[in-house]
């Protein structure tokens, strides 16, 4: 039986090797062939609506339509994802883009890869697009001005086929999509036909409208990766020091700027504050650190201006810059609003005030005072888009 397990085990583990090996020998000219196929492949489905979750032959999503495309044109299985996409392509520079490439795109305004399209030369590509003036599977320019200003990186998964035949590569490169190509579907036949492709005159094989420094590693310098936003709060509590009463406590504007590229996202940023409550205006720095897209925590030292109060009365007490603040904030999911991404948010914050002696307050009053919840609507906006 142990003979039994160890042949299959060598059996499998030689299949791997062997399945391995075969992928590594593809040549220059089988190569070129699988792209070609694979820009052929993607036509035949220009003017398929667009539905989340779909993978064909009716409708697509971005990734189901890198899925598809691949396996059937080129017989190579690609992950579900546009994020799983994108891990398992190797990363190029722009100017060695090929036709049967992929363009991963940042579009969700928290700078992360959330759309994939097909590079099939001249600067255009195909993809299922879920919103704008065209969707569904359609064609467009990587020089339109968002698509130019979204763009994160170029990803190979197919091996280069610029070493094949002269006829061969130049069928792929020189291949733009016609009027001929496109299925006979009146709603998106103008949209497929964009006029910055039609004019193009280059002959180049690669991408043109980034140069190679700004493509480095993910698609960009360092700064492609800061996010920076923007959050208009209405502060306000649910009780007084002697009673339970809803009362508003002020406004206050965040900013922050945080750098998207890790999982756990660091970030710093101030927040302006008028204290209706304690009739005082502070000016928090905070430090941040971000878990995912919808929770942050923050904490840091708070700058006062006056003289504060405590709340329902005249009675003075003490601000404290250090230790100073210390909240959370959960946000909703992102509505896009052309570049910039628009969310609702709920803070929870907790200010540290003294007594006028400088002694620590009773736990209750503690709270009353310096305890506050801010709703408010927060605008997204990746930095690249300044820089």
């Not at 733009?176 to 910055?196: F, G, L, W």
């Amino acid at each position: 039986m142990k003979n039994a397990k160890k042949f299959l085990a060598l059996i499998a583990i030689s299949l791997v090797y062997i399945g391995h090996c075969a992928a590594k020998t593809m040549t220059a000219e089988q190569a070129a062939e699988a792209r070609k196929q694979i820009a052929a492949q993607a036509k035949q489905y220009i003017g398929c609506p667009y539905r989340s979750g779909a993978i064909g032959p009716d409708a697509f999503d971005c990734s189901g339509l890198i899925y598809t495309v691949y396996r059937d044109a080129a017989g190579t299985q690609m992950p579900r994802s546009v994020k799983a996409i994108y891990s398992r392509a190797k990363i190029i520079k722009t100017n060695e883009a090929e036709v049967g490439d992929l363009i991963f795109f940042k579009t969700t305004g928290d700078g992360s890869i959330s759309h994939v399209g097909i590079y099939i030369g001249k600067n255009q590509f195909i993809h299922a697009a879920s919103d704008g003036n065209n969707t569904g599977v359609i064609v467009s320019s990587l020089k339109e001005k968002y698509y130019a200003s979204s763009f994160a990186a170029v990803g190979r998964v197919i091996p280069s086929g610029r070493a094949a035949k002269e006829a061969v590569a130049d069928s792929v490169d020189d291949e733009i999509v016609s009027e001929e190509d496109i299925p006979d579907r009146d709603d998106i036949r103008d949209a497929a036909q964009e006029p910055s492709a039609k004019k193009s005159k280059s002959k180049s094989q690669g991408i043109s409208f980034m140069s190679d420094s700004d493509s480095a590693n993910a698609g960009g310098k360092w700064h492609s990766n800061l996010i920076f936003d923007a959050t208009l709060f209405c502060d306000w509590n649910f009780f007084l020091p002697t009673r339970f009463m809803l009362n508003w406590r002020g406004l206050s504007l965040e900013t922050n700027v945080r750098y998207a590229a890790w999982k756990f996202q660091p970030g710093v940023g101030t927040i302006l504050r008028y204290n209706h409550a304690s009739k005082i205006f502070q000016i928090p720095i905070v430090f941040s650190m971000n878990f995912g897209e919808y929770v942050k925590i923050y904490a840091g030292p708070v700058i006062n201006f006056g003289k504060p109060t405590f709340p329902d009365s005249d009675s003075k007490i003490d601000g404290s810059f250090f230790p100073g603040i210390l909240g959370v904030s959960f946000q909703t999911p992102k509505i896009k609003a052309g570049k910039v991404g628009i969310s609702f948010v709920q803070d929870i914050s907790y200010t540290v005030y003294n007594d006028s002696d400088g002694g620590a307050m009773p736990f209750h009053d503690s709270m009353a005072t310096g305890l506050v919840f801010s709703s408010g609507v927060r605008v997204t906006l990746p930095l690249k888009n300044f820089l």
